[in-house]
């Protein structure tokens, strides 16, 4: 649980944050990069991405990074108080790691033969 410090902000929790590139940009090629480095230090909600990476519409480059690069991020809403100390619910991004291949798919029997189904 966070504590309010003096002037009733909440300090954040994720520092990981402030250590993503400080690219000015305001491509959605560089708002991307942008989300898909802080993704893989940790969870990003919406108000962490709108207050440090400075992308105003983090669904949209969710949506482009799911559909357009084909990573795996999970949503999930939780309660997270503003700047100005207000709760809200809002999209928790989490970057899951890339499926795997499923390793029946390519596996090859002894004999040389491919098989695309292991029978037990």
């Known amino acids: 649980m966070t504590t309010a410090n003096k002037k009733g902000h909440v300090p954040r929790e994720n520092a990981a944050l402030t250590t993503v590139s400080k690219d000015t ?5 560089a708002q991307r ?12 909600s919406t108000i962490e991405a ?10 949209a480059r969710v ?8 990573k795996n991020i999970l949503m999930t809403r939780v309660p997270l ?10 999209a928790l991004y989490v970057l899951l790691p890339d499926p795997q ?10 004999s040389g033969h491919h098989t695309t189904a292991l029978t037990l």
């Open 25 to 29: 940009s305001n491509s959605a090629d």
């Open 63 to 70: 949506h482009e990074l799911r559909h357009r690069q084909g």
């Open 81 to 90: 108080p503003t700047d100005g100390g207000r709760l809200h619910s809002v």
């Open 50 to 59: 709108r207050r440090d990476l400075d992308i105003m519409m983090p669904a």
């Open 101 to 110: 291949t499923d390793l029946f798919d390519a596996f090859v029997a002894p």
């Open 33 to 44: 990069a942008r989300l898909l480095a802080a993704l893989e230090t940790g969870p990003v």
